[in-house]
């Protein structure tokens, strides 16, 4: 791997995940220009730093000799490269505290460093959240490479912490300083929310018609052999009727954060029902609307919704409980299911991504992939949506059984592949 030469240290830096001849680097140009700034600069070990957004930890790793440094983020994946790299760098691993981005950092904080993300919402929170967290002649530096900077980002930053002064492009990377001045305490437009009537989806909760379908055809082995001992079952007549409909909330990084995505609408009518006892994990659960639905149609399921942003977490949780109350779930921020133990599912449900911060491929989706048949009983299913053009069916042969196409759109298919 290429090794991050700085003013600060020379890094020897990985990504998450990490991948065998990762073509991709863990820092970029804009890293390099903000550290070379600071340098210049000049920097305090007493500086409190916060960092915005450190992708993979470049930042942090080169700063944490040299200051009181908090790192802030909505990747999980992130969370995880910044304790590798500091390790690997020979750093101690509590030298950098690790807030997610469901939660604000307290401050004060001397020095913000921030990595515009892709996200604007994401970025316009966290600004809000640094009201009253900045101590007196405060510096605020955003950078991005110029492809990935647009100028709202300089007008978020203008609107909620102080004029701002672009720098000269170097290396095709960008700086943006924002002077603080006093502003009214924001209200934060997020979490937002919108309204999604199942029965006009033809969801699995509404009874219709891809329902009654799937229930008379889908059953998975075992699915009704994992309640402890002495416990009892809910028959479908002792559970109140499911809602028709739902709020959703999404806080600021969840992907459609304004309504339901196209390819969940294309997936919601044709989830399996009638899977008894089924252990069903919801694999990139985003707000939860899949494993919400699911849940919803299989009263007696046992689910497991994980995402790798901690704001899908967050949103997945609240949600969950608006929806379903105390009925017990494991909803966590990981890596996949990489902790997941091995043949302990019997369902996993995935919408996959194609995207990681900027790059786009369908290596993540192949690492779910796997991760979903290491997870599944021999016979278990894996449930995803996606892109026609993206070609998943023919990556699912070389892994699963048998593989077929439950439902299609002119854009969307839904895919089961069996274990």
């Known amino acids: 791997m290429p090794i991050f030469a700085t003013p600060f240290a020379s890094l020897d830096l990985i990504r998450q995940p990490e991948r065998r001849d990762d073509p991709l680097q863990a820092f970029d140009a804009a890293d390099e220009y903000l550290l070379n700034h600071l340098h210049e600069q000049g920097l305090d070990r007493e500086t409190r730093v916060l960092l915005l957004n450190d992708g993979f930890g470049a930042l942090a790793c080169a700063l944490a000799p040299h200051a009181r440094v908090t790192s802030s983020g909505d990747s999980h994946l992130g969370c995880l490269a910044l304790g590798k790299n500091l390790a690997r760098n020979g750093l101690d691993t509590d030298s950098v505290r690790f807030v997610p981005a469901s939660a604000t950092p307290e401050g004060p904080f001397d020095l913000v460093l921030i990595r515009v993300p892709k996200t604007l919402a994401l970025l316009e929170e966290q600004l809000i959240r640094l009201h009253g967290r900045l101590a007196p002649g405060a510096r605020v530096i955003a950078a991005g490479m110029v492809k990935h900077l647009p100028r709202a980002a300089g007008d978020l930053l203008e609107q909620y912490i102080g004029p701002v002064q672009a720098s000269l492009a170097v290396k095709k990377a960008r700086l943006l300083f924002a002077t603080p001045e006093p502003r009214p305490a924001p209200v934060s437009p997020y979490p937002t929310r919108y309204r999604l009537d199942l029965g006009r989806l033809g969801s699995v909760t509404s009874g219709g018609e891809a329902s009654r379908n799937q229930a008379k055809k889908h059953s998975l082995p075992g699915a009704n052999e994992h309640l402890e001992p002495g416990s009892n079952a809910l028959s479908p007549s002792a559970v109140a ?90 909803i966590r921020a990981a890596d996949g299911l990489a902790g997941q133990p091995a043949e302990s599912l019997d369902l996993v449900l995935c919408n996959p991504p194609f995207h990681q911060q900027q790059v786009v491929g369908d290596f993540l989706a192949w690492r779910m992939f796997q991760q979903a048949r290491a997870a599944l009983v021999s016979g278990g299913e894996l449930w995803i949506v996606g892109n026609r053009h993206l070609g998943y069916h023919v990556k699912l042969k070389r892994l699963f059984r048998s593989v077929e196409q439950v439902a299609a759109t002119p854009k969307f298919v839904v895919l089961k592949a069996r274990k």
Request: aromatic residues 4%; hydrophobic residues 40%.
């Open 241 to 330: 009727s499911p809602p028709s409909e739902l709020e959703l909330v999404n806080h600021a990084n969840v992907f459609c954060r304004e309504g339901l995505d196209i390819g969940t609408r294309a997936f919601l009518p044709h989830l399996p029902t009638g899977l008894g006892t089924a252990r069903v994990a919801d694999l990139g659960c985003g707000n939860g609307v899949l494993g919400i639905a699911c849940a919803l149609a299989n009263p007696e399921a046992q689910l497991t919704l994980v995402d790798e942003s901690y704001m899908a977490v967050q949103s997945a949780t609240e949600n969950w409980q608006a929806a379903l109350g105390a009925r017990p779930v494991e």
